[in-house]
């Protein structure tokens, strides 16, 4: 059995990025005149992550990096919600703070998982076959197309079930539009660095998975 030495690590930093991006996103933020979830300053790094474990360890691998990181959001929020009932010290004045921040939660962790396994799958899928298709070469271009069209699903599917109903409609559409275009320009500016590191990971771990015979069912562990 092939023993990876950062297979391990990659996946910690995949899911703590995914978890701490869903508690960031109860905030809305606003900057150069557009407005935004600030889970956007940290969630790319997943898609990064995302494209190292498919280009890296294959398909199948990532698929079970991405069903762990929707086990981990299913536990965090539901302790969020078993600490938001525990009854509060009398000394203790933050129970509304608390409650007006980790109540927005659940609706945010649901939006986020039917996002999350869209978009992530998506991103994998085309990671995976373009690879194949192209033989291995132009790994740039498969990183920035599977982040346009992952991304694409991801944010869409976020904001309207997060947001829908809690912000106009007319606000939705430009926070789609801008969150999509940030996190793919994210990816863009962070591409460079994405492509040493996948090198030098692959030289590491002698690994570089060609997905020629899997099934691509998100179904399957």
Known sequence: MTKHKLLLPITGLFVSTLLISNTLDTKIFAVAGLELPAGIILFPLAYVFGDVLT?????????????????????????????????????????????????????????????????????????????????????????????????AVDTTLFVLIAFWGVLPPSVLLPIILSGWAVKVGWEIVALPLTVIIVRRIKRIEQEDAFDRDITFTPFKL
């Open 55 to 151: 280009e890296v360890y294959g398909y199948a691998t990532s698929r079970r990096t991405i069903w762990t990181g929707f086990a981990c959001l299913i536990l965090m929020v539901s302790f969020y919600e078993i600490a938001r009932a525990l009854p509060p010290s009398p000394s203790w004045p933050g129970q509304p703070s608390f409650d007006a921040i980790f109540s927005h939660v659940p609706r945010i962790v649901l939006a986020s998982i039917v996002a999350y396994l869209c978009g992530e799958f998506v991103n994998s899928y085309i990671v995976a076959k373009l690879k194949v298709r192209h033989n291995g070469r132009h790994m740039a271009l498969r990183f920035v197309a599977s982040t346009i069209f992952g991304q």
